[in-house]
């Protein structure tokens, strides 16, 4: 009998590391927000679209390494019900240095706009394609990625030397709210589960009522489930 390896996460120290010899730059909040977007929107593209985006649309040139770490990697951020503290949010850089805080939320904003841009690939942001408590999430999710870059653009342009000489107060801030945007790509994943299972308990239903009509219900009609969206956009999408 073959001995299964099971798909741990290594840990995000461990990772960068690895990603140091690959050639197309690639961040861990890159990849994580790739597969985060990916497992909220609900779309057919899996495992192979986040190993595209570090490769460079290369796979093969990827060590076994990179591979079953992000294969762990995917499968931990599946089964994440929320991220701790130590998680994505904590500022790396000098403390007072305009570079290093420019670098850090310039990383964050990356991040979000990979995450939304899987989120719209899989049909986030369409009117009715999700339910109201993902679309909420959603909202608040967009609205902080454009507080982050106006304070990108300020600290840019309009901050002094001296507005980064005491930072201490204001790096526990930035990194509080960094923990919030995580947390919020988290809940938004997993309702966009939640929504996943109830659609495929419907589904179900609705195959027995195809059945018991003799006709497949079309994509126009209001959707059996009692939703009042139109089929396509619920339970058919």
């Known amino acids: 009998m073959k001995n299964l390896r099971v798909k741990k996460y290594i840990g995000d120290k461990e990772l960068a590391f690895l990603l140091d010899g690959v050639s197309y730059e690639v961040s ?63 500022f790396d850089g000098n403390r007072g240095e305009r570079g290093a805080y420019v670098a850090y939320i310039g990383r964050q904003i990356q991040a979000g706009e990979e995450f939304l841009k899987r989120l719209h690939l899989g049909g986030y942001g369409r009117e009715g394609a999700r339910n109201e408590a993902a679309q909420r999430l959603y ?13 990108e653009t300020s600290m840019k342009e309009k901050w002094s030397d001296e ?22 790509m988290v809940s938004i994943k997993n309702a966009s589960k939640r929504e996943m299972l109830e659609r495929l308990k419907n589904k179900a239903i609705i195959e027995k009522i195809e059945e018991q009509l003799g006709a497949p219900i079309r994509r126009n009609d209001s959707c059996p489930c ?11 999408s």
Request: charged residues 20%; proline residues 1%; hydrophobic residues 40%.
């Open 28 to 90: 861990v909040e890159l990849i994580k927000a790739c597969i985060l977007g990916i497992q909220s929107s609900l779309s057919k593209s899996g495992l192979s679209s986040v190993l595209d985006l570090i490769s460079g649309g290369n796979k093969r040139a990827l060590s076994p390494e990179i591979v079953m770490a992000v294969e762990g990697l995917w499968y931990h951020l599946h089964a994440a019900s929320d991220f701790n503290e130590s998680e994505h949010a904590g």
């Open 226 to 236: 009692g939703s009042g969206k139109k089929y396509k956009y619920c339970c058919g």
């Open 163 to 184: 507005d980064f000489a005491d930072m201490d107060g204001f790096t526990q801030k930035l990194e509080r709210f960094t923990l919030v945007m995580w947390r919020t």
């Open 139 to 151: 909202g608040v999710f967009k609205n902080n990625m454009e507080l982050l870059r106006a304070l």
